[in-house]
Every structure is written in C-alpha cells, then in structure tokens.
Nanobody, 127 residues
C-alpha cells in the first residue's frame, strides 16, 4: 500500500527554522521522484521543491532557493524519508505542506503529474 505521511509542521516566528519529514513507503522508491508542495488559504497549490531519481537532483521554486533544502534518506528499498529543511522562514511561507510522488520530471512542479499525496502538515510563520 502506497503511503506518504508528512510531519513536522508547527508555529514558528519569522526567521526561524523548521524541518518537515515525509515517510514514503509501499512502492519501489527508486522509480519515483518526491516533491513538496504547499497550499496557502485561498491560493493554488504550488511546487516548493523536489528530488529526482535516480540521480538525486534537487529542484526549488525561486521563492525558497537558498532557504530550503530537500534530502532523501533511504531506510531500505521500500521505505524512505524525504526531508524539507526550511530556514529563514517568512510569513508568506505559511501553508499546508504536502509531499507527493511522481514518475515524471519533478522539476515541472505540475500537480497533475503526481499520483499519490500525503495528508499535509500545517506550517504557520507568525510573530
């Protein structure tokens, strides 16, 4: 059974850091890229970062470059954790963050290319 489970969200002040985790399991991991998306109230879902396979290339949307870092940690062939380290957080980073998988080019950040999604974790950046 394919599962993507996010955790790590919370309330932080501007300038602080947060690390999100996405535990992916139940599928052949090296055939899928993993992406992080976010959706703020009243806005469309947008791609934030993704890590491709098999080369592990990382991609970021412009608004988070230099502040966010994505990484993959394989536990075994069918379970891994994908982290999103977020630093220098801004109020505009406030959103529900989702991880998802795709067999396509993840750098397009096209939500339609992703077939399984996690339930999301809320990140609130506020003073």
């Amino acid at each position: 059974q394919v599962q993507l489970v996010e955790s790590g969200g919370g309330l932080v002040q501007p300038g602080e850091s947060l690390r999100l985790s996405c535990v992916a399991s139940g599928f052949t991991l090296d055939r899928y890229a993993i992406g992080w998306f976010r959706q703020a109230p009243g806005k469309e879902r947008e791609g934030v970062s993704c890590v491709s396979t098999p080369d592990g290339s990382e991609y970021y949307t412009d608004s988070v470059k230099g502040r966010f870092t994505i990484s993959r940690d394989y536990a075994d062939a069918v379970e891994e954790t994908v982290y999103l380290q977020m630093s220098s957080l801004k109020p505009e980073d406030t959103a529900v963050y989702y991880c998802a998988r795709t067999r396509f080019n993840c750098s397009d950040f096209d939500p339609g290319d992703y077939d399984y999604w996690g339930q999301g974790t809320l990140v609130t950046v506020s003073s």
